[in-house]
Nanobody, 124 residues
């Protein structure tokens, strides 16, 4: 079992930055690929970014490329999402998730464990 807890969300003006963290406990964090998803009001949850077990491979949704950076510190059992140049359309609940594989995955069914989410609100 893996427990995931997100933090770092909040209210920020357009153009600003936030860094989300996802602290993991339970099974060996460093063995598994991780990802970030988000869900805006009235919309389905969507993939944002993913990172392999070692951090050597990453993948981003087109709408965040060049603005968001995913990273992980296996010594701290923590994953991060640095979000820069935020836009009002980035407003959503952001979820971290863990797979049961070492390699990058982009689809929800490929993730076995989920956090409770953290709210990010970007004002215009």
């Amino acid at each position: 079992q893996v427990q995931l807890v997100e933090s770092g969300g909040g209210l920020v003006q357009a153009g600003g930055s936030l860094r989300l963290s996802c602290a993991a406990s339970g099974r060996t964090f460093s063995n598994y690929a991780m990802g970030w998803f988000r869900q805006a009001p009235g919309k389905e949850r969507e993939f944002v970014a993913a990172i392999s077990w070692s951090g050597g491979s990453t993948y981003y949704a087109d709408f965040v490329k060049g603005r968001f950076t995913i990273s992980r510190d296996n010594a701290k059992n923590t994953m991060y999402l640095q979000m820069n140049s935020l836009k009002p359309e980035d407003t959503a609940v952001y979820y971290c998730a863990a797979t049961i594989t070492a390699w990058v995955r982009t689809r929800e069914p490929e993730y076995a464990y989920w956090g409770q989410g953290t709210q990010v609100t970007v004002s215009s």
